[in-house]
């Protein structure tokens, strides 16, 4: 019998019994860390807060974060939270529409809609045992798990994208001409819903490596025929098939149907916004054009390799199969596959290598590309579990491997237990002793012949692993304990809940409006930003003058305002006229360290009374370290 049936027979990968564990380690991975873990992060308040906003003012075309107009996004990722809120109760601690469970749920069923179609993709492309392997993989990736339960629209850009990818792969592969039109809709409906999760980033990470794909196939084959000698012939066959190849777009991938159903998903809603918001094309010229180009007041100098060690990380724990998956296109070994290997291979390369060329540059830009590596790797890591039959030559090397994992297992829990090390964290001891013990089961069942339990365990192994962080280690890591005291201090200092807060150098933190419901606002808003100025890095200067005269404005007037700044920025109060200057008292601050800093909030206002500290006598004493308050 041939190691490929007899692995096909084993009863732990045969199909009957692993597709419901597999099923089970999808839903474990994507739904496991909606019950706790840490509070949303500011990005993730943000999209909640809009989508709250959006419940209770009925305004489901505009979305608002705290009642300012936020139209720099899409608002399909506020519309499903919004959804999702009204199957879920209210927050416990406001009262209001829209829980953290409300906000991470969407991304969740995104999560495991990916994992869906990575299996079908992964069955269709090459075989069903490389289809599970595909749905393995991606449900125990540090990505897919650390995104499943981000409130933010990462993971629906990256369902959507792969939705796209496999309805476009769909298409061109089948021959019945009925099936190829609805394969297209449905990838333009697809490609439709992405832009309106996001805006324009579909076009890097998926519209790019498609047209790199349809331009080079050709080429690729023949390089896979003759040999990398066979380069210059590559070339050729890629010029003279341009002209063809523009042609039979139009005639095999249906696209003037498909722009008219693309365009539909998306531009009746930027005209609606347009019509109530006459700065949006300013905002969206800003956001998106000028971000692309580097020509954005946040853009810092990041180079063309920035995005390695990003998926190197988030592609845990099957990095390891990626050297061998990148070039296995043109490998022998995968002569057979070929074909579906270059297409899935320039899904994830050309997308991350796109993303690369961009000047602005953040960590989760590449997510839709990261699919595309792992249904690239899962021949590879196919591969290796039928190789692992012959354990003649890595019996010393699992050994070794089982070895450390069981003395790490004893060791770190052994120290969890006895409180061994004085100032470590405990809680990380915990889940080393639980890494160690997965890396060590995994090891000796490959050491005894059982590949695909071995799979199985590393895989709900990391999920155990990943949620045992989130659940123990999370909550601190992201915490809001500075949001709270900040909502401490103001009612301390008898700010209302709904008063005049103003942000004076940042965003306000919308984790401020979402657990405690309080009201703040932009000292400029960006509506007031965009048609005054066209670039942001070229008129810093202009931008600060602006700044300067909404602050002389809100704080020469009668009624008290409260104006929220790091510390390190107070110096720059002394730029406002001498009697504004007089009547701004430091009121408040936030430090939790006891050692003020410049990084500490401070909270200046222009009331009356006799509360508080004079700016002008204690701006530079704030800043040198002495408690403004």
């Keep these: 019998m041939s190691d490929r049936l007899q692995l096909e027979r084993t009863p732990a990968w045969s199909g009957r019994n692993l597709a419901p564990l597999v099923l089970l380690l999808a839903a474990f991975c994507s739904f496991g860390g909606l019950l706790g873990g840490p509070a949303l992060g500011d990005h993730e308040a943000l999209v909640a807060v809009c989508a709250r906003q959006m419940r209770l003012t009925g305004d489901w075309i505009v979305p608002h974060f705290l009642d300012t107009p936020f139209i720099r996004k899409p608002p399909l990722g506020y519309w499903l939270v919004a959804l999702s809120s009204y199957v879920l109760p209210a927050d416990n601690a406001t009262g209001l529409p829209v829980n953290e469970v409300a906000a991470r749920l969407p991304s969740a069923l995104a999560a495991l809609g990916t994992v869906l179609l990575l299996w079908k993709l992964g ?235 961009m000047a602005f540059k953040k960590p989760y830009y590449i997510l839709p590309a990261l699919p595309g590596f792992l249904l690239l790797m899962a021949p590879v890591i196919d591969r290796y579990l039928l190789a692992l039959r012959d354990w003649s030559k890595t019996r010393q090397t699992s050994t070794v491997v089982t070895a450390i994992g069981v003395v790490t297992f004893i060791g770190a829990l052994g120290a969890y237990a006895g409180g061994v090390f004085e100032g470590v964290n405990h809680q990380a001891l915990l889940l080393a002793a639980l890494i160690g013990g997965v890396c060590g089961l995994t090891a000796w069942l490959c050491r005894v012949n059982r590949p695909g339990a071995a799979l199985l365990t590393l895989a709900f192994g990391t999920g155990c692993a990943f949620l045992t962080g989130w659940y123990v280690i999370g909550p601190e890591v992201n915490s809001i304990t500075r949001t709270t005291a900040l909502d401490k201090e103001l009612d301390a200092v008898g700010v209302p809940v709904k008063g005049p807060l103003y942000w004076a150098d940042q965003r306000p933190d919308s984790r401020l409006g979402f657990y405690y419901g309080r009201s703040s606002e932009h000292l400029l808003e960006p509506a007031e930003i965009v048609t005054r100025m066209v670039d942001r890095t070229k008129g810093k200067r202009r931008l600060e003058l602006l700044v300067q005269d909404r602050a002389i404005e809100l704080l020469a007037g009668a009624d008290p305002v409260y104006l929220i700044l790091d510390r390190k920025n107070l110096p720059s109060l002394d730029m406002l006229p001498r009697d504004v200057v007089k009547r701004v008292k430091i009121v408040g601050a936030v430090d939790l360290d006891g050692k003020p800093d410049g990084e500490d909030w401070v909270i200046v206002s222009n009331r009356g009374d006799d509360a508080g500290q004079h700016a002008d006598a204690g701006t530079h004493a704030a800043v040198n370290g002495v408690n403004a308050r």
């Excluded at 595909?134 to 540090?142: D, G």
């Excluded at 009925?178 to 409906?189: A, D, E, P, Q, T």
């Excluded at 980033?201 to 023949?222: D, E, S």
């Excluded at 050729?236 to 777009?249: D, E, I, K, M, P």
Aim: glycine share 6%; with cysteine; net charge positive.
């Design 123 to 357: 069955a269709t492309m090459f075989s069903r045992r490389i289809g599970r392997v595909a749905a393995v993989t991606t449900s125990a990736s540090i990505f897919l798990m650390l995104y499943a339960v981000n409130a933010t629209v990462e993971m629906l850009l990256t369902f959507c994208c792969t939705w796209a990818f496999a309805h476009f792969w769909f298409a061109i592969r089948t021959r019945s001409r009925g099936r190829r039109f609805v394969h297209m809709m449905l990838f333009y409906l697809a490609f439709g819903m992405a832009m309106l999760a996001k805006g324009p980033a579909p076009v890097a990470v998926l519209a790019a490596p498609l047209a790199w794909w349809w331009y080079t196939y050709r080429a690729q084959m023949v390089i896979n025929r003759r040999g990398p000698q066979a380069v210059r012939l590559a070339g050729a066959a890629f010029v003279r098939s341009l002209y063809q190849q523009t042609g039979r777009a139009f005639t095999r991938l249906w696209v003037f149907p498909g722009i008219v159903l693309f365009a539909v998903l998306f531009i009746p809603w930027m005209f609606a916004v347009a019509q109530r918001q006459p700065h949006a094309w300013y905002l969206w010229n800003w956001q998106y054009l000028q971000r692309a180009q580097g020509d954005y007041a946040d853009t810092r100098p990041r180079g063309y390799f920035y995005y390695v060690p990003m998926f190197l990380g988030l592609l845990l724990p099957w990095t390891l199969a990626l050297g061998e998956a990148v070039v296995a296109p043109w490998m022998q070994r995968y002569r057979r596959q070929r074909k579906a290997l270059y297409f899935v291979g320039c899904w994830a390369v050309v997308g991350v290598l796109t993303m690369s060329l």
